[in-house]
């Protein structure tokens, strides 16, 4: 998908500016910052318990800022993360420094992979976040949100050693004749003289066999 | 310049408590050494908690499981995550490694460290198990899958490192604030108004207790006996934030209108609630440690033997009870009241299904003095033989301790269970010298090879038994897993070498049997010399 869709700013009736995209508005047309408020007291509970935020859609961040101004009556460093597939919608929110600085992390792009290969994101993600759509750009973009949301790694180890540290990756010098990396790791445990970096190897592959995983996780 | 000792303990938390024995002593043999660990990171807390630990290394195995499980992410992220746990571990160029564990897992991690010298278990380039003394094959092959454990691992453990046993060195690193607030506390109850003064407080840990051992009806019928008696106040031990815990404690509290007392505490202010309070009965292998490492007299109570030989207490005022049937909750109060008046225990108890031990020591570290109980003496009479077995295999003399107790406990039971054993011994010798003859035919026709196979899987199946041969069985197989050799002529020597071996070994056994036969005899004639000088 390309980014070709017409971005507009209009002005709300509060006299806030406010994102329009291919003629649907990305607030609300009367104040856009009382609905990011109303929608942030609707959370309160759960910002409460929650440091990490993970937002899905930019706008013009409106509700970024309600949901940050919120985040720091309870905790002391709050970290949000939004994704928004839009970069023409990200440089557009930017322009208006509506989204607060500092703690906010803007991820954009349509590349899914590009996403789940980014080790801070992942990070984060395995921080278990609350997830906060933003339901205009979650509607207008509901294709991507929906890979998004049910994306699957792949378990090939050609791929797995692209997001694999550099100073890991050569571990692997032997890979392409082997398809995940339990294959991999069984295949060095027969090796006839192993070797110090490969005994850091065997040890993560009996860790994960320590840890219960179910079928697919690790094996295949 | 300091020497930088890295410990890789990999056990669970009570398994990094019992660790402080072996770092105390290091600390006090090796002052000149800086200690680091390698654990998880759910232990790290008490890892730091433990004396002449400087530094906490640990592996995130919820992260990499959560990373592994979670099909977003790819499994390159929990290899990623792996590698940044170990990074400085890797990096750094290690005088010593200690290996305090016996998994898989830590001997791979050892193996791949840069080390001077390497204590305890490790794999070699062609993924052989190697060990640096004979005590860390012990701990590893003869221990880790014993019924009932002649020898504590941690005991194995200190002598693999050429450690001594017993040290009053400090073992756990004391929190000043929260010892003077568990001092103040724990005397304010002690000086309430319906004691003299001098009441004692009996510390109740009941956070697998009732689950597993105790009825909420037994330890109500516990804490009304402790109330009964003057000047015992018992004292309920809660875990930071277990609303199950506090529950329980809050039904109990109708029963006693309210007026149970009970302490909520993390485990970083649990060294200084034990060491003030006078004695902790308890199901918990972590809060058995701990007061250990404390010295606080303890009950512990178990489910099952095998349990309790793993994981018995250390400390020789100690008592531990393997509960079973309909046991009688007064029997516990004997024991609490046994160690608090030192009265001796044995002439208190009523008689009911469950076993009592107390605590001895040897030159090798504690050992379990069976008190009262029926069920398991056969199987804690040959535990202690292999104990006897095994340390005076080491040292080549006779561990005294060791005998005194089978002559002094045992007496009567010695000369039937010898008998016994000794029927095993020739059925595991038979089917050695068939094994071997089989074997030696084979060279010559290989039909017989099948046969050699037949015997030497029955011979290999008796070390399951509790049975004095049953070490060095498992010495024996864990050589002929090893047999690694390219020509199967090479392989048929290496093995008719190691059935020799296990030969000669059965024959020390046989030995051993004897003298301890001979010895108890001699003792009994002597009982009754005396008994006769005495009517006389």
Redesign the interface.
């Given at each position: 998908m390309d980014d070709s869709k017409k971005l507009a700013i209009l002005k709300a009736q509060s006299g806030h500016d406010i994102l329009v995209i291919d003629n649907i508005e990305m607030h609300s047309k009367f104040n856009p910052v009382q609905e990011a408020y109303d929608q942030c007291l609707a959370l309160r509970d759960k910002i409460k318990k929650q440091d990490h935020i993970l937002i899905l859609g930019i706008g013009l961040g409106y509700h970024i800022q309600q949901l940050e101004f919120k985040m720091r009556e309870f905790h002391k460093n709050p970290v949000i993360y939004v994704v928004e597939p839009n970069e023409e919608v990200v440089k557009l929110a930017m322009k208006y420094h509506i989204v607060p600085q500092g703690n906010v992390k803007i991820f954009s792009g349509r590349s899914i992979d590009t996403y789940?290969?980014d080790?801070q994101f992942?990070d984060f993600?395995?921080d278990k976040p609350l997830i906060v759509p933003h339901n205009p750009s979650l509607n207008l973009e509901y294709t991507f949100f929906k890979k998004f949301l049910s994306?699957?790694?792949?378990?090939k180890l050609s791929?797995?050693?692209?997001?694999?540290?550099p100073?890991?990756k050569p571990l692997f010098h032997r890979q392409s004749q082997h398809t995940t990396?339990n294959q991999f790791i069984n295949d060095l445990?027969k090796k006839?003289?192993?070797?110090?970096?490969d005994?850091?190897l065997?040890?993560?592959g009996?860790?994960?066999n320590?840890?219960q995983?179910?079928e697919g996780?690790?094996e295949n | 310049m300091k020497t930088k000792t890295l410990i890789v303990n990999l056990e669970d938390q009570a398994g990094v408590l019992e660790s402080a024995y072996l770092i105390a002593e290091r600390v006090r043999k090796y002052p000149q050494q800086e200690i680091y660990m390698l654990t998880f990171k759910e232990s790290k807390h008490l890892a730091h908690m433990i004396s002449g630990v400087q530094r906490v290394f640990t592996i995130d195995q919820d992260r990499i499981k959560s990373l592994l499980q979670n099909d977003l992410y790819s499994n390159g992220f929990a290899v990623n995550n792996f590698f940044k746990n170990l990074s400085l571990v890797f990096h750094t160029e290690w005088n010593i490694v200690v290996n305090y564990s016996t998994t898989t897992l830590s001997k791979y991690i050892t193996s791949s460290l840069t080390a001077d010298r390497i204590i305890g278990s490790y794999t070699n380039e062609v993924k052989e198990n190697n060990y640096s003394s004979l005590w860390a094959s012990i701990d590893d092959i003869a221990l880790k899958n014993k019924k009932l454990s002649p020898l504590k691992s941690i005991h194995c453990k200190l002598k693999a490192n050429n450690i001594s046993y017993g040290t009053n060195e400090p073992r756990v690193k004391i929190n000043e604030n929260n010892n003077k607030v568990a001092f103040s506390n724990l005397n304010s109850i002690r000086n309430a108004e319906h004691t003299d003064g001098e009441a004692k407080i009996i510390g109740i840990n009941i956070s697998s207790t009732v689950d597993s051992i105790f009825s909420l009806n037994k330890l109500t019928e516990l804490l009304e006996q402790l109330f009964s008696t003057p000047n015992m106040i018992p004292l309920l031990i809660i875990e930071a934030n277990n609303e199950q815990q506090k529950n329980i404690v809050n039904l109990l509290n109708r029963d006693f209108e309210n007026s149970l007392l009970s302490v909520e505490s993390d485990d970083l202010a649990l060294p200084s609630l034990l060491m003030n309070i006078d004695i902790l009965v308890t199901s918990d292998r972590k809060f058995l440690n701990l007061a250990n490492l404390v010295d606080t007299p303890t009950i512990s109570l178990f489910t099952s033997i095998e349990s309790l030989f793993r994981a018995h207490s250390q400390n020789t005022d100690d008592i531990s009870i393997v509960l079973s049937g309909d046991f009688s909750i007064y029997n516990i109060y004997l024991c609490i009241d046994s160690i608090l008046s030192n009265i001796d225990l044995s002439s208190q108890l009523r008689v009911d299904d469950s076993n009592f031990f107390t605590i001895k020591k040897d030159n090798y570290g504690s050992f379990l003095h069976l008190v009262q109980g029926e069920g398991y003496k056969q199987d804690i009479l040959t535990s202690l033989v292999q104990r006897y077995y095994i340390t005076s295999q080491n040292k080549n003399s006779d561990n005294q301790v060791i005998l005194e107790e089978l002559f002094s406990t045992f007496s009567s039971e010695l000369s039937t269970w010898a008998l016994e054993q000794k029927k095993s011994l020739i059925i595991s010798t038979k089917l050695l010298l068939r094994s071997l003859r089989n074997l030696i035919r084979s060279k010559q026709d290989s039909s017989f090879g099948s046969i050699f196979m037949d015997d030497l899987n029955k011979l290999l199946a008796t070390k399951d038994k509790n049975l004095i041969t049953s070490i060095p069985i498992e010495f024996f197989e864990f050589n002929l897993e090893k047999i690694n050799s390219k020509s199967a002529e090479e392989n048929l020597i290496i093995m008719e070498h190691l059935i020799y071996d296990l030969k000669t070994s059965l024959r020390k056994i046989m030995t051993t049997l004897a003298l301890i036969e001979s010895k108890n005899r001699s003792q009994s004639l002597n009982k009754k010399e005396t008994r006769k000088n005495g009517r006389a």
């Open positions: 789940y290969q080790q992942i993600l395995n994306h699957k790694s792949s378990r791929d797995i050693t692209k997001v694999l540290h100073e890991i990396l445990g006839e003289n192993l070797v110090q970096d005994f850091k065997l040890a993560f009996e860790l994960c320590s840890l995983l179910q996780q690790y | -």
